[in-house]
């Protein structure tokens, strides 16, 4: 009976640690994953918001270039 029991908990430590070896990776990739797609929103924010600049500059320069220039 002590032989088994034994024999048992040693068998649930293995399946434990098994487990624990599968988990991990899984957590890993879902932490570093998060990370990621914070990392990108964040881009995908500052890209908007340079086009955003970038167009309205543009359209300045076009109502600009009607009127007479000043310079000259």
Same mark, same amino acid.
């Given at each position: 009976?002590? *032989?088994?029991?034994?024999?048992?908990? !040693?068998d649930l430590g293995g399946v434990g640690l098994?487990?624990?070896?599968?988990?991990? +990776?899984?957590?890993?990739?879902?932490?570093? !994953?998060?990370?990621?797609? $914070? %990392?990108? %929103?964040?881009?995908? $924010?500052?890209? *908007?918001?340079?086009?955003? @600049?970038?167009?309205?500059? &543009? @359209? #300045? %320069? &076009? @109502?600009? !270039?009607? #009127? +007479?220039?000043? &310079?000259?």
């Open positions: 009976m002590i *032989v088994a029991w034994s024999e048992l908990a !040693g098994f487990l624990v070896w599968l988990v991990i +990776p899984l957590l890993y990739l879902v932490v570093i !994953g998060r990370r990621y797609v $914070r %990392q990108c %929103q964040e881009s995908a $924010r500052t890209a *908007v918001w340079a086009c955003d @600049e970038v167009r309205q500059i &543009r @359209e #300045e %320069q &076009r @109502e600009g !270039g009607h #009127e +007479p220039d000043a &310079r000259g």
